[in-house]
């Protein structure tokens, strides 16, 4: 199985979708292939291209959580929890499920850990960590539309990294 970024990113697009978006409900405002106005206010999310999206997942995502350096099916994982519930996040995850420090920064701590654990084990726990995030959202009234789809995406991805 390919575990790269390149096919992380093709998985992606049909979750994340590749036309606009501008659901009032959608706290990141306007978002085309994922890529939310919020969370970049310098791009213009109307005119985004798959290889300009492409490029902000490298940077903004894939290397600001270490993933090269984190197992593979790790690094999907937390990858993907970056992606939906933000990077310090998707890090107190992994780093919660590796009982350490759970700061939100990938450090030495961080990687030296979990490159000493089961990987499938390691990336199935962050991603339920995910799923109970959801499920509190959910609760919250104008989140609650966003759950099957959410927990859809999760199990597709937990089912792809068994």
Request: hydrophobic letters at 40%.
């Amino acid at each position: 199985m390919d575990l790269s970024f390149d096919a992380y990113f093709e998985w992606l697009v049909p979750w994340e979708g590749s036309a606009y978006e501008n659901d009032p409900a959608d706290p990141g405002g306007a978002t085309k292939y994922g890529i939310d106005q919020r969370s970049h206010p310098t791009i213009n999310i109307r005119t985004l291209t798959k290889i300009q999206a492409q490029r902000i997942y490298w940077d903004s995502y894939w290397r600001s959580v270490a993933a090269p350096q984190l197992p593979p099916k790790t690094a999907w994982a937390v990858m993907d929890c970056a992606v939906n519930c933000g990077r310090a996040q998707a890090v107190k995850w992994l780093q919660r499920y590796l009982r350490i420090t759970d700061d939100g920064i990938i450090g030495p701590d961080t990687i030296t850990h979990a490159g000493l654990d089961n990987d499938t084990v390691m990336a199935l726990a962050v991603l339920a960590q995910r799923e109970a995030h959801y499920r509190a959202l959910a609760k919250r009234g104008s989140f609650a539309k966003f759950l099957k789809g959410w927990l859809n995406r999760n199990n597709d991805l937990i089912s792809k990294l068994k």
